[in-house]
């Protein structure tokens, strides 16, 4: 029985006691002492009583205007004659209202209508009771998904992903025109999988394909096929594409495809598993005998290396689009689209923003200004400003500051020290990302925290590059073995980065030369049931070679930031120094330290733009690049060198000298071998 079900049967029930009782209490309260004409008769020839009042069988005796007796007249129609009568013979003053004894009160009649009514309402629950228990029975197998023929998104609501769009319009205009297509030979893809990082969009895609088309939009969770019985799941699928004909032409999103979509034999289940043969049945209605024309099957999935390879044909899902994350431009456009309903202060710069905010997700992005809009509320602001953008960038990526945490003077010089470590690092390392801020306030889970920001987009990380980082990420251990002549566990996190890109180095990149061009591990995210047998494809002497490798390019990398960190201790110092007063400095004060500047010098810098930064942290970033001025000096230099080294003069051969062709015949001879 339903919640409803139980609340109005339990109302009548209140509501039916309430009643007898009120009835059986006026009854009780009304009743008295029946007497008869003889008794009433003795009552007057007495003289105890002058006046009686009969008022529907209530018989009432007066004396002198007072209540004598009060009783209940008997009710024979013989006696209401004799007493009328009577009362005519004594001339007794006698008043007399009587209600006929076969009329019934309301109440007489009201309490079995709603004793039969009651009956009736319990009758019928409790055959829609059974009726339920058994659909619910049959309806276990009934497909769970959720539809939606009124969704409000559209592809102006999704941005950053302009190819992205532009694959899925078809898909669109297909649904709206199918005869576009047909009068062609063309065949519209079946199903169109997205594949990306997790809050890319892949869900609102979908939700923006369904708006744009108008058409009915089926959308469940790959979780939600799969259950504890065998056979449930196959029916769902089933039940799923049957509802999904009756209203096509439509779309069929599948939430987290990897839950039911996994590769077959994995030697985790046997043939008749229960995911398999939800599998299985996905397969045949995706493209099996039956036509499922008009029916588009959309999912979505960060895990598209453990899906299996018959759900990724052509004739399956055709079409895999890859929504990877918003590039510059691609964040700026997401940043507008999420601050249409946020009142944003006039200086606000999404250029700026987009730009501080490199690897941000769409999600990472929505989640930036819905945080910024809380701190603006926190601190009865009207509108969101660039003080509250700014920190919601930390908070995102560190989480929320913890200026009350008591932190020991000791652990305030260590921290200022390890950090001072990384910015130096990384700013005399060519390769690294410029330093933006460095801070020992703690955030999160850190205790400080030293924050870059590269000045573009790259997609690749060259030899250089990584080495670079590698060295940066042990600028803070270096200056704490420096200084404070020991190691503290604060850079436990370094050293576990430090190891990973190392290692991936040596064993996936190609990146030592001892161990040469060959990869000796995937870069594939593992999946247990196809890798649990899985085993190392090289010997115990290669993996000893490759740990060797790991620890020459940490050691270099050590023994360069020691070098580097002692040639600059004085700036190490000054840099802790201004962290331990000012707990955080931005890009302009760690060059000035760099560039040679005392600690006062550095104080009097903040003192002047404290006011100003404090309103507007992004001040400091308003004459940022982006990267565009460095690569156009880079280019123009590498221009430069090629033009010196064409005007210099070739050198003259002496007589007798070989020829260039001449010169390489020994190192030719070197190859061979001879």
């Known amino acids: 029985m339903s919640k409803t079900a139980k609340i109005v049967l339990w109302s009548l029930l209140g509501v039916i006691l309430i009643i007898i009782l009120v009835s059986v209490l006026t009854s009780w309260l009304n009743s008295g002492r029946t007497i008869d004409y003889s008794e009433v008769a003795g009552y007057v020839q007495s003289g105890e009583i002058d006046r009686i009042v009969v008022d529907d069988y209530n018989l009432i005796c007066y004396k002198d205007g007072r209540v004598v007796y009060e009783a209940t007249f008997g009710r024979s129609d013989e006696e209401i004659a004799l007493l009328i009568n009577w009362a005519n013979d004594t001339k007794l003053d006698f008043t007399f209202t009587f209600t006929d004894p076969n009329a019934g009160s309301f109440i007489s009649y009201l309490i079995p209508i709603i004793g039969v009514v009651l009956v009736c309402v319990v009758f019928w629950l409790l055959i829609r009771q059974t009726q339920g228990g058994s659909s619910k029975a049959m309806s276990f197998a009934k497909t769970k998904a959720r539809v939606n023929s009124n969704i409000k998104v559209r592809f102006t609501d999704v941005a950053g992903a302009e190819e992205e769009k532009q694959e899925l319009a078809e898909v669109v205009e297909f649904l709206k025109a199918p005869r576009k297509f047909s009068d062609l030979g063309a065949r519209i893809p079946k199903g169109v999988l997205l594949v990306g990082p997790p809050g890319t969009g892949k869900t609102l895609f979908a939700k923006a394909v369904a708006g744009e088309a108008n058409v009915p939009f089926f959308s469940i969770s790959g979780s939600d096929f799969v259950e504890m019985f065998v056979g449930v799941g196959a029916s769902r699928v089933r039940d799923l594409f049957d509802a999904a004909k009756k209203s096509q032409p439509c779309i069929v999103f599948i939430d987290e495809i990897d839950a039911v979509g996994r590769q077959r034999g994995t030697g985790l289940g046997g043939g008749h598993d229960e995911r398999e043969q939800t599998l299985n049945q996905l397969l045949v209605q995706m493209d099996g005998f039956e036509?499922?024309?008009?029916?588009?099957?959309?999912?979505?999935?960060?895990?598209?290396?453990?899906?299996?390879?018959?759900?990724?044909?052509?004739?399956?899902?055709?079409?895999?689009?890859?929504?990877?994350?918003?590039?510059?431009?691609?964040?700026?456009?997401?940043?507008?689209?999420?601050?249409?309903?946020?009142?944003?202060?006039?200086?606000?710069?999404?250029?700026?923003?987009?730009?501080?905010?490199?690897?941000?997700?769409?999600?990472?992005?929505?989640?930036?200004?819905?945080?910024?809009?809380?701190?603006?509320?926190?601190?009865?602001?009207?509108?969101?400003?660039?003080?509250?953008?700014?920190?919601?960038?930390?908070?995102?990526?560190?989480?929320?500051?913890?200026?009350?945490?008591?932190?020991?003077?000791?652990?305030?010089?260590?921290?200022?020290?390890?950090?001072?470590?990384?910015?130096?690092?990384?700013?005399?390392?060519?390769?690294?990302?410029?330093?933006?801020?460095?801070?020992?306030?703690?955030?999160g889970m850190a205790a400080g925290y030293t924050m870059t920001r590269p000045d573009n987009d790259d997609n690749h990380m060259t030899k250089a590059k990584l080495t670079d980082l590698v060295c940066e990420l042990l600028g803070g251990r270096v200056a704490e073995e420096l200084v404070i002549k020991d190691v503290s566990t604060g850079a436990s996190n370094d050293l576990q980065r430090v190891t990973e890109i190392a290692r991936k180095m040596v064993t996936e990149w190609g990146m030592s030369e001892r161990v040469g061009l060959v990869t000796y591990q995937s870069d594939s995210p593992i999946f247990l049931g196809r890798d649990m047998e899985a085993h190392n494809s090289y010997s115990e002497e290669t993996a000893g070679v490759i740990d060797e490798e790991v620890h020459k390019i940490i050691e270099a990398a050590h023994e360069r930031a020691m070098k580097l960190l002692t040639e600059n201790r004085k700036v190490l110092d000054n840099m802790a120094r201004v962290l331990i007063e000012r707990e955080t400095i931005y890009t302009e004060e760690v060059d000035m330290l760099l560039e040679g500047a005392t600690v006062d010098e550095v104080y009097a810098h903040m003192d002047k733009f404290e006011k100003a930064e404090s309103e507007n942290p992004f001040k400091r970033f308003e004459n940022a690049d982006g990267g565009e001025v460095n690569r156009a000096k880079q280019e123009a230099e590498a221009a430069e060198q090629a033009a010196k080294e064409a005007q210099k003069p070739a050198p003259e051969k002496k007589e007798g000298a070989p020829s260039d062709a001449e010169e390489k015949k020994p190192d030719e001879k070197e190859d061979k071998g001879e």
């Open 291 to 443: 036509t499922n024309e008009g029916i588009i099957v959309m999912a979505a999935t960060n895990r598209a290396d453990i899906l299996d390879p018959a759900l990724l044909r052509p004739g399956r899902f055709d079409r895999q689009i890859h929504v990877n994350l918003p590039d510059v431009r691609g964040r700026e456009a997401i940043l507008k689209v999420h601050a249409r309903n946020k009142p944003l202060a006039p200086d606000v710069n999404f250029k700026i923003l987009s730009r501080m905010t490199s690897g941000f997700s769409g999600a990472d992005l929505e989640n930036l200004l819905n945080e910024a809009a809380i701190l603006t509320a926190r601190a009865n602001k009207k509108m969101i400003g660039n003080k509250e953008l700014f920190e919601g960038i930390n908070k995102v990526l560190l989480g929320p500051q913890k200026k009350s945490r008591l932190v020991t003077e000791s652990d305030k010089r260590i921290t200022a020290y390890h950090e001072s470590g990384h910015a130096i690092i990384a700013k005399l390392c060519k390769h690294c990302d410029p330093v933006q801020e460095v801070s020992i306030i703690a955030r």
